[in-house]
């Protein structure tokens, strides 16, 4: 017996006691450095936590248990003890079971969950497990630069957590830090073999890196690279990122494990990223002042890739996780010290952030993919990265107008900011005037290459000090061109050149309406823009737009000698102004000279992106070629979409993507579709042979309308006329059997399901008499296709007969609507097989020649009858030019009548019933009068030369593709105005998106006022 505080109490209960307390602690410290238990996370998730007095893991243990509580991002405890069912959920500790002996027994844990969406902003997710302890061990090589020794325990206690042996590889400038090292590392115990190097400090952690151990690198599987980062781009030391990207990179052990696992199951995974830190601004994802560095790296490394614009995703902070043979190209150049600069403390335009923002560039170009891993969240997203846009979406028009009560005054630049250019490439404009000048003046080519060397020339006139202007390039120019150039042809360019700049702009109206709210707030408005018009441009420019009588002052490049993306146009407007420290605010579109030199020059900045980084960043349009450009007719046709679609710099909160309202989906949805077959009936060599186009119902109603206008704004008169004709394929081939039944030709290119007497009327247009039982008989085509031609030869007569009528019917509609013999005609339509076109030739015993959309390998039936077939997006695999949409085109494409099914005795079509289609056909019309608005600003921004211009199938069906796949949204009251009657398959009426599993969208926050 012991007496405890003067209380005798039996040894065994003592011992027992003493026993349950060792227990507690032991607990206690497994939870502390297991790295699943995060205090500060729990506080924030758990509320009670937040306002006990209790420390984090106390509460967790008392109450946070019981209410079923997660512990931390990489440990989910429901999903736990859905997994560990002998456990008794609020009783037991689903943490320590999982530590104690879930993981030993091979339980996964929810620890990195899966993000599989794409999503260029933050959503919820499903959770799903981690993957368990790898079966086959990878050969990991951990290197590290040590330039701040004193921070190397960091990265060992971070080390630490790494389930089982690696070789740790370190470089460092001096013997001393080498020996700290070494010393650190011995204290540690960590499971590795050590190597250290000392060279000199060149490339701060990237030199080190690919000349010290690219050898020793290369003989591993995986290479985790980090380093003692101590500062920020625009800070001093930012402890707390560098720890998030160890914390992150390196977290509990199960979870390191799981992230080994991901490169084992996923051989295309060749590089993973750690989400940013929250010190880290989003417009940090973007080439800054290393753009110019790009190609040349890339040329080096052998990368066939393109150098892409805008934000893109690479492991910021130079830290990251990488399969070798994914960054083999890296690591196989010969690199050297005098690859690298000398440290001077630069913050931004070395090889080294070249470098860095190229790792995951590097894996792709060698077919790998990447991921990025959220701590904060506890995500793994494959295949794209958060950027910390959240700090974007954040911002609003009222927070910009509060900025203002902290100001004097406020600065905009003026393109891309307060007016956007209606094209995705700043360039289009000259690319197009070289075209133009191309086919209008014999001799006169390469006007871009021309133009870049002329600018050239002026800015070495100068010396490279300060900038240039228009005129001065326009003068250069005329002492450079080569002799084949008229001096027509020069004076065409030069006036192109402003004519069409000024006819590209249109207002941001709501960043324009914050400038003039600034105005009106009595603040200090002045402009600031790197551009090379000359100001008398300029000033007709802004006048155009009401803009220049609201600026008090105007900074011009051209004008100023002195640029943004330089810096030195901010130094000039910094003490031109002379507002004190935080009193002057710069609002802008450019993350270089807009954003990333105001702070260096500490200047206040607010960022709104420009529709062509927002039309990006959502994934819209089509993707770069390997030189980072677009096609020319990509710009074009894609360009006013973005400056529709992304007018507002704005992201609403929880958005994943624009809602398309019917006033503005014509244009966005038709208008690239429309235009750009419209051009290629115009550019084709058979149309100007024609004598008139005949557009056939009912995809062709909206599509002649279009070409006549077109055709009108164009002052085309050398194109044929358009008349819409009245057919179908069911009228054609009832009329086509006339001259005898052709069961080949009604089975062809069409399934049926239904009865046997829907098919007779589906095809033929007459119903079959009840004594036969048709109606009876149910049929799947064409699985039933020798009962239905049983059927066929067994009522031939009667198809015949029947077909005689209908072919004189036809006959005599088709020739009041001019399809007269003798005539030259076009059939114009959507596609593909060219059924009609061949029923019809039969029918009226002439060739036409079908203008279609696209054309599969069935359409050569129409050559049996001296007819020709031609597609213009596609010929032979329509399905690579449909891509999923084609239902979507077909409800688009249609009519204010239902389908034709014949024609009365004056030879008048007569129609089906009105569908959902045709009842809501208002909805409709507005669809056709934005694809109409679209197609003639078009016309009148560019002139009739743009017909001439081809355009790709990618750029023309985009959009559509975009709401195919869910990154482009309709509004509910467009979903339901779409449907697709198809009797002649027997599918009745069908709902499109309903059909294709595309649910509506709801109706989007109001924009700001």
Known sequence: MTRVDGIPVPDDALEAGQARRAAVVARRILLETSGLFDGEWYRRHMPSAAASDLAPLDHYRSHGVAALASPGPLFDARAYLRRAWQLQPGVDDPLVHYLESGHAAGLPSISVLQDTGWNPLERPVTPQPSLAMPSARPRIAVVVHVFYAELFYEICRALAMMPYRFSLLVTTDEEEKAASIRSVFQAASLDAELLVRVGPNRGRNFGPFLIGFRDAVMSHDLV?????????????????????????????GPVVSGIIERFIADPKLGVLTACPGEEMRYWGYNWL???????????????????PRGMFDYPIGGMFWARTSAIAKLLDHDWVLDDFPPEHGQIDGTVMHAIERSIVLVAADAGYGFGELDYRHGLYRPGWGSRN?????????????????????????????????????????HRFIAFQAARRFPGADNYGLHRQAAEHAARADRDWIGDVDLDEIHARFRTLVPPGWSEAAIDFVQHQEVVLDLRLLLPREIVLASLRFARQAGRRVILTSDSYLPRRVLDTLLAQHGIGELADAVYLSSERRARKDRGDLWLAVAAAEDAGPGRLLHIGDNEQSDIQKTADAGIRHFHVMSPASLFDLYGLGTVPGSDGTRPLGDDILLGPLAAQLFNSPYIAPGSTGPVVQPEQAGAVLLGPLMFAFVGWLARHPTTRHLDRLFFVAREGYFLKRLYDAVRSAGRRDDLPPATYFHCSRRAALAAAQGAG??????????????????????????AAEETFGLQHTMISLPRDNDLVRCMMELMRERIVAHGRHAAEAFTAYARASGMTPGIRAGFVDVGYSGTMQSAIQGVLGQPLVGLYMGVSEAAAQVRRLGGHAFGAFAEGDVGSFTGGYGLMLEAFLTAPHGQVIGYDEDHAPVFRHDGQSQKQFATLERLYQGAEAYALTLMRTYGPDLLDLPFRPEAATSMLQAVRDGRLKLSSELVASLAVEDDFCGNGEIAVFSHLGIPPSPTPPSPPA
């Open 224 to 252: 985790l690279h980090l380093h003692t980062k101590k500062s920020l781009y625009g800070g001093g030391e930012l402890a707390g990122w560098r720890q998030s990207l160890l914390r992150t990179l390196l977290p509990a």
């Open 389 to 429: 846009l959240e700090q974007y979406v954040a911002a609003s028009h009222d927070g910009l107008l509060d900025t203002f009560n902290h100001v004097d005054t406020v600065s905009f630049d003026i393109f891309d900011t307060l007016l956007t250019r209606e094209c995705l490439a700043p360039d289009a404009a």
């Open 289 to 307: 002042s290393n753009r110019h560095l790009a190609q040349p790296l890339f040329d080096r490394l052998g990368l066939k890739i393109s150098v």
């Open 741 to 766: 039944l052709d069961p080949d030709a009604v089975l062809a290119g069409a399934g049926f399901n239904g009865s046997l007497s829907a098919f007779f009327l589906a095809r033929f247009g007459f």
